[in-house]
């Protein structure tokens, strides 16, 4: 097949741009046990697996496979969503609010929507992390605090719904929303500013708010006593952070969301003194109400922006012979959890691994997962503190993935990087930065002769051991995995453009292909007519961007990749 080069950037004037196909309506069973030929979800299931069981591209072929069709997104800065496929049907969503929809299988451009921005905005970053489906409907929150449900054949607005406050509380959205039972859930980002967390339900017919759900209890509410009582801190709640920026994964048979939690505001845990529920937390939540039945914290009174924002996998674990439901996550903080979830949401702590360097944590608790700091590596106000990883992590918000054929975990990581940091008192204004420390001045530092900074791990969730690994010596890793039903694991992720596959099993490289900028967005996979595709989103920049300045300066590296964004697909040649 010939690759067909869409330019989208040339047909923007109109919403709709052709006469669209058909539209199948996502129910809440499709999304419960979503068709292999489509990709539904952020992650491709509920469970969050970001894996696909199509299985006709494997180790054997996949050096045949090809691009199909490419279009131009007219949008530069970070790409971060996946492509979401119904049917005929692409949805991508890209920074700076908007959404495109192509043909899957050739590419054609469909329509576009634009939400203007407004003057004055704050925003930390102006990307987006997808949309969400449930009937007809496409979901896609904006970084000015609105939720928008669009027409899946037309792109025409059906409604929008105010989530937050971008003038008055410094909020703005660049999560995906997730759809759960008729609710569309979302929460904003802002912890810098001052936001405190939240996540919002609303009805996906009518936009109303169904419930709302705080990260940070007020007084009185259960966790509240974590939280400065009185004193000089008594009010740290109202502005504690905890923001959940990413969206949730789902048990559809106990019927409970699984949300992570973001860092704390001010980054400085003195400022606040206590262990903060339920800041770097993962929460269990009744989809129903908003009700919290569950949680567990990763790291007590957080003091290193060690966001806990990722939701763990949901996944079988083994013990004494039997499966038991369980959670599996790679934190920010370098940590590796095992976590056990019971029918109620009940989640409690197995264990607990450093899978890069961390001389924060002097101790885990076998029994309970709290950790012990060293005193040394806890910046603080007025008190200079160097820690590893960085605020960074071992992993940012790129997502995991687990295959159930290979049973492994595969996380995309760095290591050998720290930060230095010292606390400050800042004030609290709208649209302005007051985490505590000098923006200015985030000290990144990377050690001597580091042999590498970015990879992947593969680790065998029975054995509890990593199996192999890929390093990258020029380059961080910002991407996404795919797993795949053919033993193949795809990803982006570093500065040189590439998107590879790798041999699940053994970790060799298999393929690479040059995009025309760097891989951010999460892979995703589908199939048309019994054939497989797999598609991917090229567009560098934010945090990624701003690393590779900072890398330029510290080993040499190229200072810029660049940036605009594309859309590829690709499949096994003939």
């Given at each position: 097949?010939?690759?067909?080069?869409?330019?989208?950037?040339?047909?923007?004037?109109?919403?709709?741009?052709v006469?669209?196909?058909?539209?199948?309506?996502?129910?809440?069973?499709?999304?419960?046990?979503?068709?292999?030929?489509?990709?539904?979800?952020?992650?491709?299931?509920?469970e969050?697996?970001?894996?696909?069981?199509?299985?006709?591209?494997?180790?054997?072929?996949?050096?045949?496979?090809?691009?199909?069709?490419?279009?131009?997104?007219?949008i530069?800065?970070?790409?971060?969503?996946?492509?979401?496929?119904?049917?005929?049907?692409?949805?991508?969503?890209?920074?700076?609010?908007?959404?495109?929809?192509?043909?899957?299988?050739?590419?054609?451009?469909?329509?576009?929507?634009?939400?203007?921005?407004?003057?004055?905005?704050?925003?930390?970053?102006?990307?987006?992390?997808?949309?969400?489906?449930?009937?007809?409907?496409?979901?896609?929150?904006?970084?000015?605090c609105?939720?928008?449900?669009?027409?899946?054949?037309?792109?025409?607005?059906?409604?929008?719904?105010?989530?937050?406050?971008?003038?008055?509380?410094?909020?703005?959205?660049?999560?995906?929303?997730?759809?759960?039972?008729?609710?569309?859930?979302?929460?904003?980002?802002?912890?810098?500013?001052?936001?405190?967390?939240?996540?919002?339900?609303?009805?996906?017919?009518?936009?109303?708010?169904?419930?709302?759900?705080?990260?940070?209890?007020?007084?009185?509410?259960?966790?509240?006593?974590?939280?400065?009582?009185?004193?000089?801190?008594?009010?740290?709640?109202?502005?504690?952070?905890?923001?959940?920026?990413?969206?949730?994964?789902?048990?559809?048979?106990?019927?409970?969301?699984?949300?992570?939690?973001?860092?704390?505001?001010?980054?400085?845990?003195?400022?606040?003194?206590?262990?903060?529920?339920?800041?770097?937390?993962?929460?269990?939540?009744?989809?129903?109400?908003?009700?919290?039945?569950?949680?567990?914290?990763?790291?007590?009174?957080?003091?290193?922006?060690?966001?806990?924002?990722?939701?763990?996998?949901?996944?079988?674990?083994?013990?004494?012979?039997?499966?038991?439901?369980?959670?599996?996550?790679?934190?920010?903080?370098?940590?590796l959890?095992?976590?056990?979830?019971?029918?109620?949401?009940?989640?409690?702590?197995?264990?607990?691994?450093?899978?890069?360097?961390?001389?924060?944590?002097?101790?885990?608790?076998?029994?309970?997962?709290r950790?012990?700091?060293?005193?040394?590596?806890?910046?603080g106000?007025?008190?200079?503190?160097?820690?590893?990883?960085?605020?960074?992590?071992g992993?940012?918000?790129?997502?995991?993935?687990?295959?159930?054929?290979?049973?492994?975990?595969?996380?995309?990581?760095?290591?050998?990087?720290c930060?230095?940091?010292?606390?400050?008192?800042?004030?609290?204004?709208?649209?302005?930065?007051?985490?505590?420390?000098?923006?200015?001045?985030?000290?990144?530092?990377?050690?001597?002769?580091?042999?590498?900074?970015?990879?992947?791990?593969?680790?065998?969730?029975?054995?509890?051991?990593?199996?192999?690994?890929?390093?990258?010596?020029g380059?961080?890793?910002?991407?996404?995995?795919?797993?795949?039903?053919?033993?193949?694991?795809?990803?982006?992720?570093?500065?040189?453009?590439?998107?590879?596959?790798?041999?699940?099993?053994?970790?060799?490289?298999?393929?690479?292909?040059?995009?025309p900028?760097?891989?951010?967005?999460?892979?995703?996979?589908?199939?048309?007519?019994?054939?497989?595709?797999?598609?991917?989103?090229?567009?560098?920049?934010?945090?990624?961007?701003?690393?590779?300045?900072?890398?330029?300066?510290?080993?040499?590296?190229?200072?810029?990749?660049?940036?605009?964004?594309?859309?590829?697909?690709f499949?096994?040649?003939?």
């Amino acid at each position: 097949m010939k690759l067909r080069i869409g330019v989208a950037a040339l047909a923007l004037v109109a919403t709709t741009a052709v006469q669209a196909a058909d539209y199948k309506p996502v129910t809440e069973e499709r999304l419960k046990n979503p068709e292999p030929e489509n990709w539904l979800l952020t992650k491709g299931n509920y469970e969050g697996w970001s894996y696909t069981p199509l299985d006709q591209i494997t180790p054997a072929n996949v050096a045949k496979l090809k691009p199909v069709w490419s279009a131009a997104t007219g949008i530069n800065s970070g790409h971060e969503a996946p492509a979401i496929v119904n049917g005929d049907y692409m949805f991508v969503a890209t920074p700076h609010n908007n959404v495109l929809a192509f043909d899957t299988k050739t590419g054609r451009f469909l329509w576009r929507f634009v939400r203007e921005t407004p003057e004055g905005l704050g925003a930390l970053h102006r990307t987006n992390r997808g949309v969400a489906l449930w009937g007809d409907k496409v979901y896609v929150g904006s970084i000015d605090c609105m939720l928008t449900a669009l027409n899946a054949k037309t792109g025409e607005k059906v409604w929008e719904a105010q989530v937050c406050d971008w003038e008055k509380e410094s909020a703005y959205i660049t999560s995906a929303p997730l759809a759960v039972k008729g609710k569309i859930i979302i929460g904003p980002s802002g912890g810098e500013f001052g936001v405190r967390g939240f996540i919002k339900a609303f009805d996906a017919e009518t936009g109303k708010l169904a419930w709302t759900r705080y990260s940070v209890p007020a007084p009185g509410e259960a966790g509240s006593e974590t939280w400065p009582q009185e004193g000089e801190w008594k009010n740290a709640w109202k502005n504690g952070g905890g923001t959940m920026w990413m969206p949730g994964n789902y048990d559809s048979k106990n019927d409970i969301i699984y949300w992570g939690v973001g860092n704390g505001a001010p980054w400085l845990g003195d400022q606040r003194p206590g262990d903060n529920l339920y800041l770097a937390s993962v929460v269990s939540i009744n989809p129903d109400n908003g009700d919290l039945v569950g949680h567990f914290q990763y790291h007590w009174n957080d003091s290193w922006d060690w966001a806990g924002m990722n939701a763990p996998t949901l996944i079988d674990l083994e013990r004494d012979g039997k499966k038991v439901p369980g959670l599996i996550s790679a934190q920010r903080n370098g940590v590796l959890y095992w976590l056990e979830r019971d029918a109620k949401g009940k989640i409690t702590f197995d264990k607990g691994v450093k899978y890069v360097k961390n001389n924060v944590f002097k101790t885990i608790d076998e029994k309970t997962g709290r950790p012990t700091y060293n005193e040394e590596a806890v910046p603080g106000t007025g008190k200079t503190a160097t820690y590893c990883p960085s605020l960074w992590g071992g992993k940012d918000w790129p997502y995991e993935a687990y295959s159930p054929k290979s049973g492994m975990l595969y996380i995309p990581f760095n290591d050998n990087h720290c930060m230095t940091l010292t606390g400050m008192i800042q004030p609290i204004l709208p649209g302005q930065w007051s985490a505590g420390v000098d923006i200015n001045r985030l000290d990144l530092k990377v050690d001597d002769n580091f042999p590498f900074i970015g990879g992947i791990q593969a680790w065998d969730v029975k054995a509890r051991k990593e199996v192999w690994r890929e390093t990258y010596k020029g380059s961080w890793n910002w991407g996404s995995i795919l797993t795949t039903g053919g033993g193949v694991l795809f990803a982006g992720g570093t500065n040189d453009r590439m998107f590879r596959a790798y041999e699940e099993k053994t970790g060799k490289l298999l393929w690479e292909f040059p995009t025309p900028s760097g891989i951010i967005s999460p892979p995703s996979a589908f199939a048309v007519d019994g054939k497989q595709y797999i598609a991917v989103v090229s567009g560098y920049g934010v945090d990624a961007q701003w690393i590779q300045g900072k890398m330029h300066t510290q080993a040499g590296w190229e200072k810029t990749v660049p940036e605009g964004g594309s859309v590829w697909v690709f499949a096994l040649g003939d």
